[in-house]
């Protein structure tokens, strides 16, 4: 909401895109520092430091972040919640679960995909994430610049892309390079909506902004919780180490629902 408000009218897409960079960043560079740390310092270290670096960005929000902006979009509860009653909202939390969820329920059994189907050796593995998550860096920053002024070419060509490079996975990457190839397409795509969707559940929401922004989250980890144990259960079906991805592509293919819904009202 404050990054949304900073941002001014007409760039809140954008915005939730530098935001999503964060977690894009986390995937490249945490990992591997926290395992430097912990090297020179013990495990501990790693642990402090993220505790220095909270209390720092703490105090760099209690001095930067205007206080209206935090009160932004809050008023009385029973106008709030009237906002939860859009059809719109509750197409693109619709679309937040499914695409969120079809990617993760893939991406939690990368490792096995990786050296079981395309015989990638499992020193390479972090290698091949830190790529994903390079891709996933690059896709959300785009995703944002783009979504403000096509938001509906976004959240449909995202899914879409999404489901075929799933698929391949699924079919035809036995091959360790056109593996790792896909895998960080996977990154580019899979989820570089999602800030233009939480944008998208923004503005429906209306007087309920808030919430709308707290329940697209929700629904990220909710299609998360959902679909992980039904790709883990393809495991062990004839699909074999390929129903991950098959039933990841199923899944994010079943965002083009709601968000070519949401494109056609818009149109009219």
Do not use: E
Request: net charge positive.
């Amino acid at each position: 909401m404050v990054a949304t408000h900073a941002a001014g009218p007409g760039s809140g897409a954008r915005a939730m895109g530098v935001i999503g960079t964060g977690g894009s960043l986390a995937t490249v560079l945490g990992v591997p520092a926290g395992t430097v740390i912990s090297q020179a310092f013990g495990w501990r270290g790693t642990f402090w430091s993220l505790a220095v670096a909270a209390t720092v960005v703490a105090i760099l929000i209690a001095c930067i972040i205007p206080h209206d902006a935090a009160a932004s979009g809050r008023g009385a509860l029973r106008s709030s919640m009237s906002g939860l009653l859009s059809g719109r909202l509750w197409l693109a939390l619709l679309a937040c679960l499914t695409t969120s969820g079809g990617v993760l329920a893939t991406y939690t059994f990368i490792t096995p995909i990786l050296t079981q189907q395309a015989g990638i050796p499992a020193a390479y593995v972090p290698a091949v994430l830190t790529g994903f998550g390079i891709g996933s860096l690059v896709g959300t920053l785009l995703g944002g610049r783009f979504g403000d002024a096509h938001p509906g070419l976004i959240t449909i060509l995202v899914p879409a892309t999404t489901s075929v490079i799933l698929l391949l996975i699924a079919t035809v990457a036995t091959a360790p390079a056109g593996m790792i190839g896909l895998v960080v397409l996977l990154g580019l795509f899979g989820l570089s909506a999602n800030g233009v969707l939480i944008h998208l559940a923004v503005h429906h929401a209306g007087p309920a902004a808030p919430l709308g922004s707290a329940l697209s989250v929700s629904a990220f980890n909710a299609g998360t919780a959902i679909t992980t144990p039904i790709a883990g259960a393809a495991l062990g079906t004839p699909l074999g180490i390929h129903g991950p991805s098959i039933i990841g592509a199923i899944i994010v293919s079943l965002t083009l629902i709601p968000t070519i819904t949401l494109a056609v009202l818009r149109k009219r």
